[in-house]
């Protein structure tokens, strides 16, 4: 038997909260857990108070409102750091996740040794058939770009549980989750050994709608650069300045075409903007995205260090092309890639150690 915190972060669920809660309870009745619900609510004004405390009279429900802060991985921790139990659940309110779920995912932990199980869309008996194409999608590649980071069908899952004691001191200091996947984020930073799934019907929320925006998907993707960085340190980093050198590529080529052939200056001053507007948007995108967590110097004097440093790579880059080309005879497209190759080491290394420093 073991006593189980189920953590369910809600916002505007007034509806919903009296539903869950009871088939919760209905479904630990007759378990051998014992289970207490904490609902991390972010002052939503709409009756939860008032149904939580009704809620109270049959049931141990704890309520957490929050005023200060708000967002739903800081709900979750939050929610986590009020847990006494030896299993830490975390769900959504809406009965999205499956009530009667969460026994089955117990009885894993305490009965099978398993450390960690996820409630996936994605293993056989698993669906989201209520989404619709364009969510489809955007959950395919979602889960694409999370793949290296760790060994699960369903890396957007909300719905999970593990052993508490895995929930040290040290992995909540550690703990950085800019968007909504906190079960993804747990999972890189914990690296729990026995890592179970079990399949679960995501059925559509009961009342009211969804709160995943566009600002969540970027903030998606930044999460996804911090755990890449957690986990493959500067390889990860390179790599991210690479695909921003490459994005430089296209904005060159877009800004050359467009004041030539539409503009109709000279290419010797479109090739000049081209390079200029590159070199700019790779400044922009390497302060706030590749090297976002550095301390941000005087934005003017890194602008003009970075160029510098640019130029520096661009120099070897032709450098090192001709002496591939004219001194080993190299063909003429692979001398031009090894110059590319030498004069991202410099560029990155110029930026790393000089203008985007620790
Ligand atoms: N406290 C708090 N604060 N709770 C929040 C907040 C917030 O700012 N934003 C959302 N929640 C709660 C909701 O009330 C709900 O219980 C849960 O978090 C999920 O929010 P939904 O608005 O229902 O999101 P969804 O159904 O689109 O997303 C679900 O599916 C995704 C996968 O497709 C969630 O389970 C996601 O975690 C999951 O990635
Ligand atoms: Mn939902």
């Not at 189980?4 to 051998?32: G, H």
């Not at 550690?174 to 906190?182: C, D, E, F, R, S």
Request: glycine share 6%; proline share 3%.
């Amino acid at each position: 038997m073991a006593s189980v915190s189920i953590v369910v972060p809600a916002y505007k669920e007034a509806q919903n909260i009296p539903v869950l809660v009871e088939r919760l309870y209905t479904a630990f009745d007759s378990s051998d857990h014992s289970c207490s619900v904490i609902i991390v609510d972010d002052d939503s004004m709409d009756g939860t108070v008032e149904a939580v405390s009704r809620l109270k009279k049959k049931y141990p429900v704890q309520l957490h409102v929050r005023t200060r802060e708000r967002g739903l991985s800081s709900a979750v921790l939050a929610g986590f750091a009020l847990s006494k139990g030896d299993i830490f659940i975390c769900m959504d309110a809406d009965l999205s996740h499956p009530p009667e779920k969460t026994v089955e995912m117990c009885d894993l932990i305490e009965k099978e040794g398993a450390d960690f199980v996820i409630g996936s869309r994605n293993v056989a008996g698993g669906s989201a058939d209520s989404f619709n194409l364009y969510r489809k999608l955007n959950a395919f590649v979602s889960r694409m770009l999370a793949r290296p980071l760790a060994k699960t069908s369903d890396p957007m899952a909300g719905f999970f549980a593990f052993r508490s004691s895995l929930y040290t001191d040290q992995l909540v200091s550690m703990l950085n989750p800019v968007g909504w996947k906190i079960c993804l984020e747990i999972l890189v930073k914990m690296k729990p050994e026995n890592v179970r799934e079990i399949p679960i019907v995501f059925a559509e929320r009961l009342y009211g709608e969804s709160k995943l925006s566009l600002k969540e998907q970027i903030n998606y993707l930044v999460h996804l650069k911090r755990l890449y960085y957690h986990k493959f340190k500067g390889l990860a980093r390179f790599m991210v300045f690479s695909v921003v050198g490459a994005s430089g590529i296209v904005v060159d080529l877009t800004i050359v075409f467009v004041v030539t052939d539409i503009a109709g200056a000279p290419f010797k001053y479109s090739r000049i903007a081209g390079i200029a507007g590159a070199m700019t948007t790779n400044f922009i995108l390497n302060r706030y995205f590749t090297f976002e967590e550095r301390p941000a110097r005087n934005i003017f004097t890194s602008y003009v260090s970075f160029a510098l440093v640019c130029s520096l790579g661009a120099a070897l880059n032709w450098y090192v092309s001709m002496k591939m080309h004219s001194g080993f005879g190299m063909h003429y497209i692979i001398a031009s890639l090894t110059g590319i190759v030498a004069g991202t080491f410099v560029n990155y290394a110029g930026s790393t150690l000089l203008v985007f420093r620790k």
